[in-house]
Structure formats: C-alpha cells, structure tokens
C-alpha cells in the first residue's frame, strides 16, 4: 500500500501550485486563472489534493469553455471550503448528480474524454472525509466547492 499519511496542510500553497502548472493551459484558451484571498488548513495527502484540484481547473478549461475561472479557499464553521467556480457553460441542474459518476459524459459535451475527472475529485474529497456540491456559478457556468473538515488547530484561526 502506498497511501501517504494525512499531513496536516494549508491549502493555499497547495493552490499556487496547481494555479501555476495550470497558467500556460490557460493563457492558451485565453483563460484569466485567480486564487482570492483566504486559506485553510486541513489534515490531508499533498498530492492527492493537487490532482484534485488540477482536474476541476482542466475541467473548467476544457469542457466549460470559461473565460475566468476564481479558486478561493475559506475556513468556516469547522470546515474548508475550496471552490473552484467559472463563467463557462456550466452544467445542467438534472445532470450535476450523475457528472460525479465515473464514465460518465454529458450529452452535450463536445470533448474527448474518459467521463473521469469528477468521480476522482469526488473520491479523493471522499477519502479526506469531504463533500463534492455543484452549483451555478455567479453570473452563469459553474461552481464546484470542495467541503473538508477543518484540522483542531486552525478552527480557532480567523
């Protein structure tokens, strides 16, 4: 078994990370990549994290055609909140259940792809004992919020 054990993380340099690997995908689709203010730290897998947070960035590229896509990390109420929202296509209500399945692929979706992406973020956010919600985004497309318990030491952090 080659499972790390949980560290306890700050997920904002986790952000940058991925922010970064992301910017020249970005700059390609002519995409504005921002990470607001705020950070959270939870007891997690680094790596696990980043390829959780690099499929809902590629996701937001490639199949919502966003032209801005916003992370922004929160502490509240004994959790972290990561979200990940665009102003791209977004997804249909009857549909943001059954895009968290694996295989599974939008009739409207004009990609290739294995219909994965969003069953691993949704089990890695699993495995750091975390919920998956898909909602509408601000003005339209998407946004997707990451819900992880807080670690005992930042829920007394402001």
């Known amino acids: 078994d080659t499972a790390q054990p949980m560290q306890t993380l700050a997920l904002r340099p986790i952000a940058e990370q991925v922010l970064a690997?992301?910017?020249?995908?970005a700059i390609e689709s002519g995409c504005e990549?921002?990470?607001?203010?705020?950070d959270a730290t939870i007891l997690g897998d680094?790596?696990?994290?980043?390829?959780?947070?690099?499929?809902?960035?590629?996701?937001?590229?490639?199949?919502?055609?966003?032209?801005?896509?916003e992370v922004s990390i929160t502490a509240r109420q004994g959790h972290a909140l990561l979200s990940v929202s665009d102003?791209?296509?977004?997804?249909?209500?009857?549909e943001r259940e059954r895009v968290k399945q694996r295989f599974y692929r939008s009739a409207s979706a004009d990609f290739s792809g294995s219909g994965l992406g969003l069953s691993i973020v949704k089990r890695i956010?699993?495995?750091?004992?975390?919920?998956?919600?898909?909602?509408a985004?601000?003005?339209?497309?998407?946004?997707?919020?990451i819900q992880l318990p807080l670690t005992e030491a930042s829920q007394f952090e402001t």
Do not use: C, P, W, Y
Not at 33 to 38: A, H, K, N, P, S
Not at 58 to 64: C, F, T
Not at 88 to 94: L, M, N, P, S, T
Not at 137 to 145: D, H
């Open 125 to 135: 956010t699993e495995l750091h004992g975390g919920t998956l919600s898909i909602g």
């Open 33 to 38: 990549l921002t990470l607001r203010d705020g």
């Open 21 to 25: 690997m992301s910017a020249g995908d």
């Open 46 to 69: 680094a790596v696990l994290l980043q390829v959780l947070l690099r499929n809902l960035i590629d996701n937001a590229l490639r199949h919502g055609k966003a032209t801005q896509i």
């Open 87 to 94: 102003n791209g296509r977004g997804i249909a209500e009857d």
């Open 137 to 145: 985004g601000e003005n339209r497309g998407v946004s997707i919020t």
